[in-house]
């Protein structure tokens, strides 16, 4: 459930941090990696199970081919990054930001995140079914065919996202405000809507997907 959009705790990322050479990096198994910068690189067909990443940005950075389940980031910036297809699953995200990436088909899948905030990315048909989410918020970001299902979510906001044909069932969507958001259907029962803000010409496209008929007044 959200309310009135509450201000959320951006990563604390400290001056001075070390810049770090990953292309011939190994990425152990719960390895650590903190106060440092990645940037202007590719990690390619990696694998590693529990990694920690604290204090850390990542600029102008491609992921390919990698897999860190149940990774934890916490104080983390992720700027002009590509992350499509990467298994995230089981992450732990607290005081992350997205600014500017790409991000399609990217798996979250029971996940929890705190404090995380998506500005200008391309999250189509990303994956982020049963997390919990609190102070979450997707900004001018493009969520297309996205599955959110079955999350449990409270401050959580949605500003001019494309959110078209994205999944929500068995989410509780009470306080959401999507009336900014572009679509033209979504997946979610009237259970799921309870209490969702709305634009009024949403509401005639909701009106519709449940088969009722909005009287005009002309006839």
């Excluded at 990315?121 to 994956?127: F, I, L, R, T």
């Excluded at 906001?157 to 958001?181: H, P, R, W």
């Amino acid at each position: 459930m959200s309310g009135k959009e509450k201000k959320l705790d951006l990563p604390k990322i400290p001056e001075g941090l070390t810049a770090l050479d990953v292309p011939d990096y190994e990425w152990a198994d719960e390895h650590e990696i903190s106060d440092s910068i990645i940037e202007d690189c590719g990690i390619h067909n990696q694998s590693a199970y529990k990694p920690c990443f604290d204090r850390v940005v990542f600029q102008n950075v491609v992921f390919r081919g990698t897999s860190l389940r149940k990774a934890e980031f916490t104080d983390v910036r992720f700027v002009n990054c590509d992350l499509s297809n990467i298994d995230l699953s089981e992450v732990i995200l607290h005081r992350v930001s997205f600014h500017n990436c790409k991000l399609l088909g990217m798996d979250i899948t029971g996940s929890t995140l705190r404090n995380v905030w998506f500005e200008q990315c391309y999250a189509d048909y990303a994956v982020l079914r049963f997390s919990n989410a609190k102070g979450v918020k997707f900004e001018k970001t493009s969520l297309a065919k996205a599955d959110l299902s079955n999350m449990t979510i409270a401050q959580f906001y949605m500003k001019e996202a494309n959110i078209d044909q994205a999944q929500f069932s068995q989410t509780k969507l009470g306080g959401v405000d999507i009336s900014s958001c572009e679509f033209n259907a979504i997946g979610a029962g009237l259970e799921d809507l309870r209490r969702c803000i709305i634009s009024p010409a949403q509401a005639i496209t909701f009106a519709t997907h449940f088969g009722l008929v909005v009287d005009d007044g002309t006839n």
